[in-house]
DNA sequence: CCTACCGATCGGTAGG
DNA sequence: CCTACCGATCGGTAGG
């Protein structure tokens, strides 16, 4: 592709994704200079803003990016039919493989969102709640009794917590690795939620 | 207590660094500006220059006041000696309730950690390595079998993701509140550790 | 002399 | 694709 584009254009476009999401990672949204990223690059300024129209356009376009990516795998998942655990073990270990492809965005998904202008920040959470959705239905397939409790958000989103956790904390030549850190997760997330208390007399919320 | 300063000095500095911890958290360090805060404290410019000498040091405080606290509680939780399990449900309800006493401070604390000095930034990862430490202690603990393999501190690691996601999701007006969420954590996360596998054959790291 | 503050403006640097 | 800049806004401080 590219009639009347560079040959390489679209490569350089991702060249400069991947790079300006380490560094948004690394040193913030906000604190990252267009300078820092066309250097890290190895180009000029005006050559980077010939690639992207300004800063937040490579902020909108590594969101947009990475949570489509995370969307679209865990359809993928539910839309193969099996047994609600091998479902949850699926998704866990998918999530963990997306995310340790693409660690740098995905920080810059948990972390920068708040840059985000209201239009963008709603159609991009919109997709992470779809995705967080995915998730809980599985989580209800395993204990249906949860649905009469307010607990099957929460416990889903303790299983998020662990895995986006992660990637403040692993290091690349630390003793585990990420394929070591999804069946891990999945086994500590099911076995727990097997034998998750349910509060006897949970508050029905008034209205 | 002030000879020399006039009476709600000392007051004065910690409203402002819970005002400037809530700014933080909800725009991040490098995007908050000084206007910002001394707006929000009710103050002019010059003014919040008289309590903080400038905005790196109300970050410094903010970190270095709750990291302290976190530190205090786990020290006080491990010398009560008491059941392992019993010790690891006060170390998850202690902290779930010292994060949503000073929640803004925490999510400081967490996400904008890269913005301290070399210095001031080894001195707080120490406080918290020693926290960790302290949960870690009493995984092993619980899990004794775990101190052949290297899964201690991962596992500690995925539990310090559920409560540290936790403020990234939850709303004061949800169904649950952080009361209802210590026990919940504490519940997943030791039925789920009582059955974590230890993989057999863990590779041995050749030095 | 002190503190607690205000209106105005400084030197530097950001995105573009 | 570069040097050279701009409009604006930043953190921090002067005099009073």
């Known amino acids: 592709m590219g009639r009347g584009r560079a040959a390489g254009y679209d490569e350089q476009r991702e060249t400069i994704l991947a790079r300006a999401a380490e560094l948004f990672a690394q040193r913030g949204y906000s604190a990252t200079t267009m300078n820092q990223v066309a250097e890290a690059c ?3 300024k005006p050559a980077l803003y010939h690639y992207y129209k300004d ?3 490579l902020l909108v376009s590594i ?3 990475h949570v489509s990516r995370l969307e679209t795998l865990v359809q993928g998942v539910l839309a193969r039919k099996a047994a609600p655990r091998a479902q949850m073990r699926a998704l866990v270990e998918g999530l963990v493989g ?3 492809f693409a660690q740098h965005a995905h920080r810059v998904l948990t972390e920068e969102v708040k ?3 209201p239009g963008d920040q709603q159609r991009i959470l919109e997709k992470e709640r779809a995705i967080v959705s995915g998730f809980a239905k599985v989580v209800t397939a395993i204990r249906p009794d949860l649905l009469a ?3 099957g958000k929460p416990l889903t989103m303790l299983l998020f917590g662990m895995i986006n956790w992660m990637f403040t904390w692993m290091r690349p030549d630390g003793e585990l690795g990420y394929e070591d850190m999804g069946p891990m997760v999945a ?3 099911l076995n727990g939620l097997s034998r998750v208390a349910v509060p006897k007399a949970k508050k ?4």
Chains 1, 2 share one sequence.
């Open 42 to 44: 190895g180009l000029s």
């Open 98 to 100: 997306e995310y340790a």
């Open 55 to 57: 800063k937040y356009a």
């Open 63 to 65: 969101a947009d990016t």
């Open 187 to 189: 086994d500590l997330f």
């Open 115 to 117: 840059f985000l202008e």
């Open 204 to 207: 029905e919320m008034p209205h």
């Open 149 to 151: 409790t307010p607990m």
